[in-house]
């Protein structure tokens, strides 16, 4: 609702105004109704209204005298102004003083209501313009943030742009996992959805608090928020623990989302930076042989994995590899493996490993490929997770998580391939990790392989129904994508980041798979 002021020495007109018109109704609240101009201004300062309906005409302080006072410390108050003058003279004057209108006396209810209606669109579509600048401004600080503290830089404009007050201070890394517990009837892509409704709740919940702290920034990757602490001093790193646990105590008050903190070490200089994140991404991969809300530092797990000695970004890989292969005996075994030793451990923190359970087999049924297949395992999401967490001991957790990883064997075994099929998989797999190269060619992809050219070419039709520079263009647009929505990176160099030699050929290649132009997808996804 926004608050208005009327100020006219005619009491009777100024009531009238007052009372006589369905401010309410039209979201407006009346705060004040005063005769003269200095009792205006003093109601101003006071009350801070939005918009002031004034008369040009006053005691002690005329319209314009008023309105002059108030645009040189409330700029962005609307005014109404107000007189039964018809002069030129007043008029310039009110248009230089940037008056929203200048109504003429006499005027009707519904001319008065009319122009704060106006005003008040005006100060609508000003409030979310500089809310869409203050947002844009944090997302590049944002950005600029990641860049320091994921690759370091020698840039001032970077660090002078990432919030960082200084590159000769000290600073810490922390990551914060967070993922929900959904209910047993939740599934599909709402489960995931919520993951990221969650997540950003926790974010804007961090921003607001670290905005009143000072010396720490934030920004968003994959489902982790990423912390930059800066200190003075060396020792300003000894509360961290205690202060991680604090942010961890007011994003999540109830018991519905799984929450780690990865802490790096402390560190001198901006440039040193990524050395704590890379600290804190090693203690978080430790996480779940800890509890919920634990905060992990990387100085108490250095040279040693948790309780049960397991690298998750080795088994991932282990398990991204079986399933690309179609090998439904190697994810058995790194299954086996991983509760073999779990058992020989004697100790285990069962809720976290209920976790990386889920977490393993949807990154599993992900990795298949397979949109209907994966659809199908978010759809028993809920369930899973209801089935792990109410399993008591180790034993009843194998069963249940069998279970769903017979499923995963079952359907990998109905899709055994021939050689010849995985080594084009093998192939794929050697493009998407090469294809900025713009000199790739089918060639060095083939001997990688260990196949001809013509032979490889012929596979990939067979078994991929596209060419081998369809493919090549293909995976090279769907990378530019993910940078076309980063509004740091200039349009015509994303051709060249992806491998195009030709920033045209990259244009008609994108408008031909996507039916938008470079630039058009991304003022969708920026806007979006």
């Not at 100790?347 to 990795?367: D, G, H, I, Y």
């Amino acid at each position: 609702m926004y608050k208005l002021l009327i100020a006219d020495d005619d009491e009777i007109i100024c009531r009238g105004l007052g009372t006589c018109i369905p401010w309410e109704e039209n979201n407006i609240e009346i705060t004040g109704l005063v005769y003269d101009g200095e009792m205006a201004l003093e109601y101003v300062e006071r009350e801070k209204p939005d918009i002031v309906i004034v008369d040009i005409n006053m005691p002690f302080m005329d319209g314009i005298e008023f309105s002059y006072a108030v645009r040189q410390t409330y700029p962005e108050i609307k005014i109404i102004m107000l007189t039964a003058y018809k002069e030129f003279a007043y008029a310039q004057k009110a248009v230089k003083l940037q008056v929203f209108e200048y109504l003429t006396k006499p005027f009707t209810n519904e001319e008065v209501l009319e122009a704060v209606r106006r005003a008040a669109d005006a100060l609508e579509e000003e409030r979310n313009y500089r809310s869409r600048i203050q947002r844009n401004l944090g997302m590049i600080q944002e950005k600029n943030l990641e860049e320091v503290t994921l690759y370091g830089t020698a840039e001032e404009e970077t660090i002078k742009n990432s919030g960082i007050c200084s590159r000769l201070n000290y600073f810490q890394a922390v990551i914060l996992y967070l993922r929900r517990i959904p209910g047993e009837k939740e599934g599909g892509k709402n489960a995931l959805i919520e993951d990221e409704v969650a997540l950003r709740m926790a974010a804007d919940k961090l921003r607001t608090r670290i905005s009143r702290e000072k010396d720490c920034s934030l920004f968003l990757q994959s489902n982790r928020i990423v912390l930059v602490f800066e200190y003075m001093d060396r020792n300003s790193g000894k509360k961290i623990v205690e202060r991680i646990t604090g942010i961890m105590e007011e994003i999540a008050k109830e018991d519905t989302v799984f929450l780690a903190g990865g802490v790096g070490r402390v560190c001198h200089g901006a440039d040193r930076l990524p050395s704590s994140y890379q600290e804190a991404v090693y203690a978080l991969e430790q996480r779940y042989g800890y509890g919920n809300r634990s905060v992990i530092l990387y100085t108490e797990v250095q040279g040693k994995a948790a309780d049960y000695d397991v690298e998750l970004p080795a088994v991932r890989k282990r398990l991204q590899e079986g399933v690309q292969q179609r090998s439904s005996e190697k994810i058995r075994q790194e299954v086996e493996s991983l509760f073999q030793k779990l058992k020989r451990t004697g100790k285990t923190n069962l809720p976290s490993v209920q976790f990386l359970l889920v977490e393993l087999l949807r990154f599993c049924w992900e990795m298949t490929e397979e949109g209907e297949l994966y659809e199908t395992f978010l759809k028993q999401y809920g369930q899973l997770f209801s089935r792990m967490i109410a399993a008591r001991n180790l034993w009843e957790l194998r069963e249940a998580a069998d279970m769903y990883f017979n499923n995963l064997y079952s359907y990998l075994d109905s899709q055994n391939t021939t050689d010849i099929e995985k080594r084009v998989n093998q192939a794929v797999e050697y493009i998407k990790e090469n294809f900025p190269d713009p000199d790739l060619n089918l060639n060095d992809v083939a001997r990688h392989v260990n196949l001809s050219a013509s032979y490889l070419g012929n596979s990939i039709k067979k078994y991929k129904k596209t060419s081998y520079v369809s493919l090549l263009n293909q995976i090279r647009i769907d990378n530019a994508k993910k940078l076309l929505a980063r509004p740091d990176i200039k349009t015509y160099e994303v051709a060249f980041l992806v491998g195009f030699n030709s920033s045209q050929y990259f244009s008609s290649s994108f408008k031909k798979s996507t039916g938008m132009t470079p630039g058009a997808y991304r003022e969708s996804a920026l806007g979006n």
